[in-house]
């Protein structure tokens, strides 16, 4: 019954926001937002981007990146993850972190749109990769295992098919052009996490600069930003103090108890220009000549969300 009703849901987002049916997986231009919760608060959210190529053994892969903001403008801040391709209806991932266990360096089927009702898919090696929260370090382990799922269902809808996969694990379901609705790479490559009793979700998935999919229940956007009102300077809670002085430097003060947090600057449209996670009691952040106008800012964590407007010259 939960399936049943899943898929309905699944079916209006779809519906509502498709005009033409899905390729099998996206080869460029596209963003997924991924919600990280822990204990059902959000911690944070993954924004992968698929962008450019790249050969590796003479085959051509589609490069992911764990984003910086919500933009394609790959920098140096953006984190190269692996890559995709497609073949028959099959989407593979090549891990692109180098590793000194050669047996890492090998690609895995990720999703199989080709398999029908009561097929198995082997998905070759499980791959266990962790991460701390706010870090660009990535710990690969060892342990690998062969991961096998069952086609449990597939919904026919005017936009692509739905798949219901899954084995002894909790069901996963598959979407066509768009992938996995409860994070990109699902349950074979938890990348990244930070430790235990997480859970991940697809909020929003962007092609072509079109929302294509989209199931975030904290702001109903792709990325959230409040309503904000006047430009302020100061933003104070207890415990917390956010300061832009007039040099466009943003002066950030935190309890020790509050830390981690994570400072977000959206632009006018909601895009996330600038990230950054404050580990720090005393944090400043030097916006001079990086950006010029009005923008949004918001600082969290996991019990808090501050948000505020802010001009820089």
């Known amino acids: 019954m939960k399936t049943r009703i899943f898929i309905i849901i699944v079916c209006c987002i779809l519906g509502t926001r498709l005009n033409k049916a899905q390729e099998i997986f996206p080869t460029s231009d596209a ?10 608060s959000l911690l944070n959210e993954w924004i992968y981007g698929l962008s450019g190529d790249t050969i590796i053994n003479d085959t051509t892969y589609q490069k992911l990146y764990l984003l910086n903001d ?22 593979w991932f090549r ?28 998905h070759n090696d499980q791959y266990s990769i962790v991460t701390a929260a706010g870090e660009k ?6 342990s690998k295992k062969k991961w096998i ?8 809808t005017p936009n692509g098919r739905i798949y ?40 929003c998935f962007k092609h072509n600069g079109e929302i294509k999919y989209l199931n ?6 792709c990325f959230c930003i409040t309503n904000f009102s006047n430009t302020t300077k100061e933003v104070q809670i207890e415990g917390l103090s956010v300061t832009m002085d007039d040099g466009n430097i943003c002066q950030i003060q935190a309890n020790q108890l509050m830390l981690p947090l994570k400072f977000n600057l959206f632009d006018t449209k909601g895009q996330i220009v600038y990230s950054q996670v404050i580990n720090s009691e005393y944090t400043e952040i030097n916006f001079e000549k990086r950006y010029i106008g009005m923008f949004f800012f918001s600082i969290s964590n996991r019990n808090i969300v501050k948000t505020g407007k802010i001009s820089l010259q």
């Open 95 to 122: 891990l692109g972190i180098v590793n000194e266990d050669e047996s890492f360096d090998e690609e895995f089927l990720l999703y199989d749109f080709s398999k029908n009702i009561g097929d198995t898919i082997v």
């Open 31 to 40: 963003i997924w937002n991924v919600q990280h919760f822990v204990n059902s």
């Open 216 to 221: 975030n229940d904290l702001c109903n956007k």
């Open 70 to 91: 919500s933009t394609l403008n790959i920098d140096s801040e953006d984190i190269y993850l692996g890559g995709f391709r497609q073949e028959d209806k099959k989407v």
């Open 149 to 156: 799922s069952i086609v449990r269902g597939i919904e026919e």
């Open 137 to 142: 370090h990535y710990n690969i382990g060892c």
């Open 164 to 203: 219901i996969v899954g084995g002894s694990q909790t069901p996963e379901y598959w979407i066509e052009g768009v992938g996995n609705t409860t994070s990109l790479l699902g349950s074979r490559l938890n990348l990244p996490t930070d430790g235990n009793n997480y859970s991940l979700k697809l909020a």
